[in-house]
């Protein structure tokens, strides 16, 4: 039987939690949120975008260094998309705040779940 592409997602974020350690590995069942700096059609541009972005926010340079960076294969109607993400955080307004810092240097993102 081939897992579902939510229960794939669950056990990546497990996963995750687990090696990032902190607040989401003691809770793996509570929402996990996320800021998403970027998407790829694959993994060689999402890794592309990432050092692009990090040469214009220390910010994200930063959140990477500390392990916070997750780059992921995620599987979609329309195809696979690569992407690139900084997290975790444990609230939506806590990510929120993130995303704000990052826009106000110019960085598109979106808070995600």
Same mark, same amino acid.
């Given at each position: 039987?081939?897992?579902?592409?939510?229960? *794939?997602?669950?056990?990546?974020?497990?996963?995750? @939690? /687990? +090696?990032?350690?902190?607040?989401? #590995?003691? &809770?793996?069942?509570?929402?996990?949120?996320?800021?998403?700096?970027?998407?790829?059609?694959?993994?060689?541009?999402?890794?592309? *975008?990432?050092?692009?972005?990090?040469?214009?926010? @220390? /910010? +994200?340079?930063?959140?990477?260094? #500390?392990? &916070?960076?997750?780059?992921?294969?995620?599987?979609?109607?329309?195809?696979?998309?690569?992407?690139?993400?900084?997290?975790?955080?444990?609230?939506?307004?806590?990510?929120?705040?993130?995303?704000?810092?990052?826009?106000?240097?110019?960085?598109?993102?979106?808070?995600?779940?």
């Amino acid at each position: 039987m081939v897992p579902s592409s939510a229960s *794939r997602r669950r056990f990546g974020l497990l996963i995750l @939690a /687990a +090696v990032l350690g902190g607040a989401s #590995a003691a &809770r793996a069942d509570a929402p996990t949120y996320w800021v998403q700096i970027a998407a790829a059609a694959n993994e060689a541009t999402a890794n592309a *975008r990432l050092e692009e972005i990090e040469r214009s926010h @220390a /910010a +994200v340079r930063t959140a990477h260094q #500390a392990g &916070r960076v997750l780059i992921y294969r995620q599987e979609d109607k329309r195809g696979d998309f690569w992407r690139v993400r900084i997290g975790p955080f444990e609230t939506h307004e806590q990510a929120r705040q993130y995303c704000g810092q990052l826009r106000t240097e110019g960085q598109s993102c979106l808070a995600v779940r």
